[in-house]
């Protein structure tokens, strides 16, 4: 029998966050985030978690399970051994539980302006893209904004202005994206003491992220673009 060993905190009446233990029977097949929906519905309902499509691909049910920052509806429970102790995503306030305040981590994720801004010589309403071209952003497309990097990060832990590994590599999306036309701009955004020259080359993001992103090899792109693009006169800064 499987026992989980979960993070709770109810700021509303607890002083003190604590862990509470769950013994569930044995399930073949069973996830993470499957045992949780067990205890919550069959064990003790005032458990509080984040979930939606319980498929890898919303990214909600991010947390920390034995060690690492992982998807809860992708990790098989019989994995981890019979004892699974489940923690919630560091570095942001805690709501209750395993779910967190994720406002900081879009704010900051905002920052780098996360949508297309096409040149004003364009001049059609179709931007073409060759094959080619969106190959380069392919592999940045499929950050599912999980707070896993974000969750791992010593430099967030020590700097709330910190951008983030999620949203540098969300800008070098953007960057890289061949019918984008404000480079200059969203690098000049990203060329800051709190942004990628803040970044300490760790890789714990690239660790933990559940797409196989590299989050630190595009913070390390972003450093070379920004420097050559203030060298070349095309760095932008606004306002």
Not at 59 to 82: D, F, K, P, V, W
Not at 177 to 183: E, F, I, P, V, Y
Not at 209 to 233: E, Q, V, Y
């Amino acid at each position: 029998m499987p026992t989980f060993e979960v993070f709770r905190f109810n700021p509303e009446h607890d002083e003190d966050a604590y862990f509470q233990e769950y013994e569930l029977p044995e399930i073949k097949g069973m996830t993470v985030l499957e045992g949780l929906y067990y205890i919550l519905e069959n064990i003790d309902p005032t458990l509080a978690f984040r979930s939606s499509c319980r498929q890898g691909v919303c990214g909600s049910c991010a947390m920390h399970i034995n060690g690492q920052y992982r998807l809860a509806c992708e990790t098989q429970a019989a994995m981890m051994g019979s004892r699974i102790i489940i923690r919630p995503l560091a570095h942001m306030k805690i709501i209750r539980d395993l779910v967190v305040d994720m406002d900081p981590f879009f704010a900051q994720y905002e920052t780098i302006r996360p949508y297309l801004i096409p040149a004003e010589e364009a001049g059609e309403r179709e931007y073409k893209q060759s094959p080619k071209q969106r190959a380069k952003i392919d592999h940045h497309v499929d950050c599912i904004l999980c707070a896993a990097c974000y969750g791992s990060c010593p430099v967030v832990a020590t700097d709330d202005k910190y951008l983030g590994p999620h949203a540098l590599l969300k800008a070098l999306r953007f960057v890289d994206d061949s019918r984008d036309g404000a480079t200059g701009e969203r690098l000049a955004l990203v060329a800051t003491d709190e942004g990628v020259f803040r970044c300490h080359t760790i890789f714990n993001c690239q660790q933990v992220c559940p797409k196989d992103l590299d989050p630190t090899g595009a913070i390390g792109k972003l450093k070379m673009k920004s420097i050559w693009a203030k060298f070349t006169g095309r760095l932008k800064k606004t306002g």
